[in-house]
């Protein structure tokens, strides 16, 4: 069975600061893993990753994939508030279906 | 850009109702999917389907069940709606094959109250 854990499972920082958010899975047949956000409503999709050690960047947000040591994380540098909401990581497998972790909550103090 | 739409944002039922959670996407997809959310245990699969007529169960199906009469719409039912059952209900869909590249397109959400 698929399995994704993520960690810390909450955080709290100062604007301005960075963060580091983790993901490991374990998986039987790799698809691609991917990041999302949720503020209060659907999650939105940040990023999906399929290769080893290609950085994928958008803005202050990046994130990377390790294959070898199954393992994923996001970057966020210069947080700011709207940078405040759960951050999903889901790992898709050969059966089409998603599975999540249980999230980060990041919250982001002024 | 694909839209999908669920049919209430908040809902407030009685323990033991029937309940049906209505989902429609407009972007012609083949796999549509029913998550439900709760704190500390993130996004948890319940059914998902690959085409019309067709269902699978997730990991956690029991006392849910799925209609895809259409192919655009998939509904959650809830046989005889229980308190545990009080959560928020995403639904999602995603074209079949290797996804385009952002996964799957989610709803809004439903966040169902069982009293």
């Known amino acids: 069975e698929d399995k994704v854990v993520q960690s810390p499972l909450s955080l709290v920082v100062h604007e301005g600061d960075t963060v580091t958010l983790n993901c490991s899975y374990e998986?039987?047949?790799?698809?691609?893993l991917l990041w999302y956000k949720q503020e209060k409503k659907a999650p939105t999709f940040l990023f999906m990753l399929?290769?080893?050690?290609i950085e994928k960047k958008s803005g202050r947000l990046s994130s990377i994939l390790d294959k070898k040591e199954l393992f994923s994380i996001l970057n966020i540098t210069a947080t700011q508030t709207g940078d405040s909401a759960i951050y999903l990581c889901?790992?898709?497998?050969?059966?089409?279906?998603?599975?999540f972790g249980t999230g980060t909550r990041l919250t982001i103090i002024p | 850009d694909v839209k999908v739409t669920q049919s209430s944002r908040y809902l407030v039922k009685r323990t033991g109702e029937k309940v049906f959670l209505e989902c429609v996407q407009d972007?012609?997809?083949?796999?549509m999917f029913w998550y439900r959310q709760d704190p500390g245990l993130g996004l948890r699969l319940i059914y998902f389907?690959?085409?019309?007529?067709?269902?699978e169960k997730g990991d956690i199906p029991e006392g849910y069940s799925v209609s895809r009469e259409k192919k655009e719409r998939f509904s959650l039912i809830l046989e005889s709606a229980s308190t545990n059952q009080t959560s928020m209900y995403l639904c999602?869909?995603?074209?079949?094959?290797?996804?385009?590249?952002?996964?799957?397109?989610f709803g809004s959400g439903t966040r169902l109250t069982v009293v």
């Open positions: 999602a869909s995603s074209p079949p094959g290797r996804p385009l590249n952002y996964g799957y397109t």
């Open positions: 998986v039987t047949n790799f698809r691609s």
């Open positions: 399929t290769s080893s050690g």
């Open positions: 889901a790992l898709l497998g050969g059966n089409e279906k998603l599975t």
């Open positions: 972007m012609d997809h083949e796999n």
């Open positions: 389907s690959y085409d019309v007529k067709m269902k």
